[in-house]
């Protein structure tokens, strides 16, 4: 897994672009989506692991998209890792589609420790080493729909790090504003390309510091000039 700490800010560009070079990698390479999933959360695995060390517990936040399934794969891995975990859902069963159901039916199947948000859920949340922020990814448009912002609130207050997957969830991946409320984490791993709402606006703030992923996007998918060294 091949990870950029330095001198990635020149690199941001507009999500659209990162979308479709998923969508190029998925239709034009015939690389699916779940591989690119994966890809992701073993990458989000190698940070966790190093912010916890040998031990510790973790609490994922899974909103309903694909940033929910880079968090179910998260989960996964960091399990078979021997970390105590918990997976808080903010969405009923039935609004996981594609491959993040792909991803959370192999956790229910694992007999991983998985709830849906409710009052209980803040004490995970404060008794916790790690929370893993995977509610919201680069889609976010207008005010958050409950619970997101309450989670967002219960996250923000805890004492646990926060390390979250793509963007800080509530941060507009383009212009870096927030609309309503949004995390506040110690560490990003984003994806592919640097998000530009990271650098702009609150995003300097709230994202922590920002590691760059390579997912196994071909280089050929990649802009002119935007090719990170190293990949």
Not at 5 to 10: G, K, Q, S, V
Not at 35 to 48: K, Q
Not at 50 to 58: K, N
Request: hydrophobic share 45%.
């Amino acid at each position: 897994m091949r990870l950029l700490r330095n001198n990635i800010e020149r690199l941001a560009v507009e999500t659209a672009l990162v979308r479709e070079m998923d969508r190029r990698t998925i239709e034009d390479f015939g690389v699916p989506g779940a591989v690119l999933m994966e890809n992701a959360g073993a990458a989000v695995v190698e940070i966790a692991s190093q912010m916890l060390g040998a031990c510790g517990a973790v609490v994922i936040l899974a909103g309903a998209g694909n940033n929910a399934g880079d968090g179910f794969v998260t989960a996964r891995h960091l399990a078979n890792r021997g970390y105590r975990m918990e997976v808080i859902t903010a969405a009923a069963r039935a609004k996981y589609h594609g491959n993040a159901a792909l991803n959370l039916n192999i956790v229910e199947k694992m007999g991983l420790p998985l709830s849906l948000w409710d009052e209980r859920s803040r004490e995970l949340i404060e008794g916790t080493d790690l929370v893993i922020d995977a509610l919201l990814g680069t889609g976010l448009s207008g005010p958050l729909r409950p619970p997101y912002g309450e989670i967002i609130d219960a996250v923000n207050a805890a004492a646990a790090a926060v390390l979250a997957v793509d963007i800080p969830s509530g941060l507009d991946a383009d212009t870096g504003e927030i609309v309503s409320a949004a995390v506040t984490a110690a560490k990003t791993v984003t994806f592919a390309l640097p998000k530009a709402g990271l650098f702009r606006g609150e995003g300097p703030d709230r994202a922590g510091e920002v590691i760059l992923a390579d997912i196994e996007i071909p280089r050929s998918v990649y802009p002119r000039g935007k090719v990170p060294g190293g990949l």
